[in-house]
């Protein structure tokens, strides 16, 4: 194991060490290699159209959307209902929870619990999110960015995710999306924003103008034809002695 750790490290090196430039989508990698571009996973922002300039319901619903043959999926979901749900429940009787993806495991579409509505694959996940207030994506394992965190965010809704789910995205916490590691902070967070539909409001406005910034393709293409010119310009001019 030891040989084939010091092979891939003289093998990575040997081929970072060729290239001219590197273009990196993971803040990780960002911060241990020097002299490379960050460019966030884009996406055609405009396709995403906001209900109602980012109106939250009187009684909000919360939501999960994502496939749940992805092990931490399911395995989030679970703690969610297991650590979390019941004592939502309890504080909030009316509160409605609509989990939509495919590939549902049979412990949750045979699920009974009142006000759990188990949709399934839905046919536009778009709509979906339209329809719905507030994201949960409790993940506990994984890596890289959400792309379905971005996609509500890019919809105006307030995500109620954790650290893990939340790695990747240029977040401020608070102030367009909502932090929450533990079942007793997930509990007191969601019963807040739900009795607060401005400050929902405020936070899905401000996570859509995170997404305008920094996801949107074309910005990103922007950022992107930049930094290919600085790299043309600069080896035009190193001189090169024969």
Known sequence: MEKYKEFLKEYSGAIIGALVAIVILCTNLYRLIIGVILIAVGMFVGNY?????????????????????????EEGIHW????????????ESDLILNLAGRHMPKWLTNLRKKNINVVGEVPDAREFIRNNDIAIVPLLSGSGIRIKIIESMAMGRTVITTMVGAEGIQYSEYEN????????KMVEVICKIIKEPQEAERIGKNARKLVEDIYDNRKIIDRLLIFYDEIIMAKKEVTHIN
């Open 49 to 73: 159209v906001q209900r109602n300039k980012y109106e939250v319901k009187e009684k909000p619903t919360l939501y999960h959307i994502g496939s749940m043959n992805w092990m931490p999926n």
């Open 177 to 184: 999306i909502i932090i929450a590691d533990s079942p007793a």
């Open 80 to 91: 969610f209902l297991k650590n979390v749900w019941d004592k939502i429940a309890k504080r």
